[in-house]
């Protein structure tokens, strides 16, 4: 089955930046598209970002336009997303997903989910 796994998370200081990476792997691997959620305790899962299977169509949340970028490299079987000007806020488990068919905001259309990797930004 399709397999996703973040990394690149941490713990930074307000201020400072991350790259969060998504590595898509299975026995069948069509092309996907991706989106990037987290979820901080006790809120509400959040759409942070999104990209069409071949990269020419991006979404983003209006929480985080501006400093977040989502690219993908179909050649690694690859999704990234690289993280600017870090707030306390921003503190959250981030969540890849990747389907088929969907690109978009809509968490409950993504198939595949991987585990998440933890952000901590500290003041």
């Known amino acids: 089955q399709v397999q996703l796994e973040e990394s690149g998370g941490g713990s930074v200081q307000a201020g400072g930046s991350l790259r969060l990476s998504c590595v898509l792997s299975g026995r069948t691997f069509g092309n996907y598209a991706m989106g990037w959620f987290r979820q901080a305790p006790g809120k509400q899962r959040e759409f942070v970002a999104s990209?069409?299977?071949?990269?020419?169509?991006?979404n983003y949340a209006n929480s985080i336009k501006g400093r977040f970028t989502i690219s993908k490299d179909n050649a690694k079987n690859t999704a990234y997303l690289q993280m600017n000007n870090l707030t306390p806020d921003d503190t959250a488990i981030y969540l890849c997903?990747?389907?088929?068919?969907?690109?978009?905001?809509?968490?409950?259309?993504?198939?595949?989910w991987g585990q998440g990797t933890q952000v901590t930004v500290s003041a």
């Open positions: 997903a990747g389907d088929p068919g969907y690109s978009g905001d809509h968490a409950p259309y993504y198939n595949y």
């Open positions: 990209i069409s299977p071949h990269g020419g169509t991006t």
